[in-house]
């Protein structure tokens, strides 16, 4: 029975399961899936690039690890995971598709050499305002809809808003998506059962879960996302505490500045006796 539960959203984790070499037959199964549902895969070989870009130590500093593979075709393809919200998201993520878009072409190429580019991101948040949790963007005419180019694609998975009743039900995508939304050890099991690909999934994280350096790496990467979030709560709060003591000294009254900083009335109060 499957009992070992870990965070597979742990980019650590994440790009062992889909950006190595050993194991990229599910890496098309989930891009074709991502991009194609449940029609024929269009997609039958990748190529990763840029594997020197991991660090060797996790614990050393909070580095972005996302997965860059070019298909067959020449597509390339950027998988991230975000699992906090930031201000600017969408600036973010459309400088990292340019990067990948405009790095193509070297001194002398011609823009016939370009091939499509397309960005998935796997959010652990709500983040869109549409209901439905699988949204793809694309650059077309507002009034027509026609799409000025294929060569642009972003994918967006939001996991919060994704809800099943029945495991064996989910086409390709859902059964995945159902998997990084960390379900339950049993729902974990009855996916493996639904699918062989979703089997090998299984028995890739189970191998992962005993092996002591993998183990090990992806614990230091958890403290290192956790220490980040930590710091960065602490930096908001910062923040707000100086704005508030600003208004305190500005005369304003302390339920306002409690509404307007996200401050307690209790902690504005602390704030306000440390003045006097």
């Known amino acids: 029975m499957y009992t070992t539960e870990i965070n597979r959203l742990n980019d650590f984790y994440f790009k ?36 020197d870009k991991e660090p060797q130590q996790t614990d050393s500093k909070l580095v972005k690890l996302d997965i860059l593979a070019r298909t067959d075709a020449g597509m390339l393809i950027d998988i991230e995971v975000q699992i906090q919200r930031h201000p600017h998201l969408a600036g973010r993520f459309l400088y990292y598709w340019a990067e990948m878009y405009g790095g193509q072409l070297k001194r002398g190429d011609e823009y016939s050499a370009l091939k499509p580019a397309v960005s998935i991101v796997l959010m652990d948040f709500e983040y869109l305002p549409e209901e439905s949790w699988h949204n793809v963007y694309h650059i077309c005419n507002d009034v027509s809809k026609q799409v000025l180019t294929h060569h642009f694609a972003m994918h967006f998975i939001e996991l919060k ?63 290192a996302l956790r220490d980040y979030r930590s710091d960065m709560a602490e ?42």
Request: glycine letters at 4%; one cysteine or more; a negative charge.
């Open 161 to 223: 808003k994704f809800t099943y009743s029945d495991i064996k039900s989910l086409h390709r995508l859902g059964k995945w998506t159902a998997y990084f939304s960390n379900c339950s050890a049993e729902e974990t099991e009855e996916l493996a059962m639904s699918d062989p690909i979703m089997k090998e999934v299984v028995n890739a994280e189970m191998a992962f879960t005993e092996d002591e350096i993998m183990r090990r790496q992806y614990a230091q990467r958890e403290k």
């Open 235 to 276: 930096a908001r709060r910062e923040e707000k505490s100086f704005i508030a003591v600003n208004m305190l000294r500005m005369g304003m009254d302390i339920s306002l500045i409690a509404a307007a900083t996200g401050l307690s009335i209790a902690d504005v109060e602390l704030l306000k006796a440390k003045l006097t």
């Open 16 to 51: 062992y399961l889909l950006g190595n070499e050993k194991r990229k037959n599910l890496t098309i199964h989930f891009l074709n899936a991502v991009l194609y549902g449940d029609e024929t895969p269009h997609i039958t070989d990748v190529v990763f690039i840029d594997k």
